[in-house]
């Protein structure tokens, strides 16, 4: 454990507060928060104090030149014993990769453990038990030097907000191939969990939900004849009864959920196959029925079946079949990480015991 | 002019204020501030109040998603008349095309104008008026709505900070090809003055100083094979006595200095030609010497020689002329911007005197 301190207005905050019946996801925030601050070369004792606004200088870089990155974890809490993690330290990894490809500091493992461990231990009251739902926890790291010139910030502030929340629905998702834009830059930053990722998405998701669809299908930057993922999930084909996904290449996210979700179907025997795969052998694999089914994953939502791919001129392909093989990892991935089936995997983790220590 | 309040501890704040003797780009801030909120629907009564820090909910949009936008123009004060603004609302179009781009509000030019001419009118005493120093003034937008869901903010802070700088010395520029990385997604956010761009550029610009350059020289994302900017300013050459300049395509910014030297340029008689200039054809161009000079523009340095250009490989291409046309160009410009000389475009406009009025 690294050095933090907890306010004394923590608990009587926490005793005043109370879940609202609807969660929603990344709605209700619970009231407290964690943070610490890197400056003059090394990191300051962190906090753990009610949640409140932040204040930051008007020039700090976070709000110029967005360098920000950020993750999003669960703790689940569905049974008798202490909230568990799952896969925390992926998460701190990918952080970290991140934060370097952002030219920003370092996160070390244990403020971080101790950021994610102190926020799920004392929002355990508020960690809804009933499956599916979990406290969604965001860690994030903003650039706070004050300067107008461009170039890196040598000041940070780490910090972990969370959300209690139900699993995102994002329902039988229909979505439509961008050919216009790319989500990526050669050598940019897709593969970051960086917020001008984010923002670069936006006016295209607007563009396909006015055209009555929920997200864009994104392809490669380069000939932009290959699948990346949709804006922040990863996806999956069904092709000839083999599960078959996009292979990293540093253009897109390298999700959590995506690697369980291939280590689960090859346990259960499932043929899987990470490789490029041109938008083109989807479209006529579907009309084929070589393509039977469709999904995307995340850690919001885990697995979503995807009903329909429409192309940009509007042409439109329904798969076959929604949400079987997704469904069934879906629940054998939820079992897993709310604990109530075997863990082979060492996947989760329980929030050490001296988190409580305090309380 | 808009709704807006004069907080009366601004001007105590200012007589209490001293310029430091250095002061450098960016790094001196005048100690007040200009803030309009966007909620419920509606432009709130603005505030010019001293500077000082903003609070921010931790899960706003801006910390995660990079909902930003920002400009950057110069208010001169040489010789002895009002502060004047250099093609202000050139600044204004391009923050509002900049504000579409990534799903922001749009800022009236009533909120804009109170802004720049409260911040320069109150900051007059402290305008430098010598020929190269200025007041650097930063408008900047970004989406405040707490939500850790991806999606559009409904609200939004739109802001102008200034500092008194002088010039930026960017010196006689050697620059390398950055050929792995894109610093614009096709269809992306290039043209875009918003922080990711900048964020994503962070990385290459460290390793080209790694290494001894300046500053990275962008290649297009689609074939990596014509030249874009560098970060933050652009480019041009003079090719057998032609000036040229890339095309705007939409992938990198249109710079409004950059516009005004094309314009000069023409005036002065050069032929100007905007076109997609293959980088091969300049580093050929430099050794046969139809290439005999090259230089990049921006509002912080305003024109800069290029004396050097660098491929990914190492080899150097040192060019003929260093700062000729490029420092002709630059002292007519600055004479334009600092209203020494006649001002033909009608490029320059004087702070109205009515912001003067409760001083």
Redesign the interface.
């Known amino acids: 454990m690294g050095n933090y301190q907890i306010s004394s207005d923590v608990l009587p905050t926490l005793a005043d507060f109370s879940l609202p019946e609807e969660l929603g996801?990344?709605?209700v925030?619970v009231p407290i928060?964690y943070r610490a601050d890197f400056a003059n070369g090394e990191w300051q004792t962190a906090e753990l104090t009610p949640?409140g606004?932040?204040?930051?200088?008007?020039?700090a870089k976070?709000?110029?030149?967005?360098?920000?990155v950020?993750e999003?974890l669960k703790a689940y809490k569905v049974g008798d014993g202490r909230p568990n993690f799952f896969r925390p330290l992926e998460n701190l990894k990918r952080m970290n990769r991140s934060a370097e490809?952002?030219?920003m500091i370092e996160i070390p493992e244990d403020i971080y453990m101790d950021g994610i461990s102190l926020m799920t231990a004392y929002s355990e009251p508020f960690i809804p038990n009933g499956s599916g739902k979990s406290l969604?926890l965001?860690p994030?790291l903003?650039g706070t030097r004050?300067?107008?010139?461009?170039?890196?910030s040598d000041t940070f502030t780490f910090?972990v907000?969370a959300?209690p929340s139900t699993i995102?629905h994002a329902g039988h998702m229909k979505i439509q191939i961008?050919r216009?834009?790319?989500?990526?830059?050669?050598?940019?930053?897709g593969a970051a969990k960086?917020?001008?990722?984010?923002?670069?998405?936006?006016?295209s998701?607007?563009n396909v939900q006015r055209r009555g669809y929920d997200q864009s299908l994104w392809l490669d930057?380069v000939e932009?004849k290959y699948i990346e993922e949709l804006?922040?999930m990863n996806f999956f084909i069904l092709q000839n009864g083999e599960l078959h996904t996009p292979v990293l290449n540093g253009s897109f996210l390298a999700g959590i959920t995506r690697d369980s979700i291939l280590a689960l179907a090859r346990h259960q025997g499932l043929t899987v196959i990470e490789r490029d795969i041109p938008i083109q052998e989807v479209l006529t694999g579907i009309q084929s029925s070589a393509v039977s089914e469709i999904f995307a994953c995340g850690t919001?939502a885990i697995v979503s079946p995807v009903s329909l791919i429409a192309d940009a001129d509007g042409t439109t392909y329904e798969v076959q079949k929604v949400d079987e093989l997704a469904a069934t990892l879906r629940q054998s991935l939820l079992a897993i990480q709310e604990r109530r089936e075997a863990d082979p995997y060492l996947w989760t983790a329980e929030v050490d015991g001296s988190y409580y220590s305090e309380k």
Chains 1, 2 share one sequence.
Request: proline content about 3%; some cysteine.
């Open positions: 996801f990344g709605e925030k928060m949640y606004n932040i204040e930051l200088d008007p020039a976070v709000l110029h030149y967005a360098q920000e950020f999003g490809r952002m030219c969604y965001r994030f903003i004050s300067n107008l010139g461009m170039g890196v910090m907000i959300s995102y961008e216009e834009a790319c989500r990526a830059a050669r050598g940019g930053t960086t917020g001008g990722n984010y923002a670069a998405a936006l006016q998701a607007q930057p932009m804006s922040g919001a």
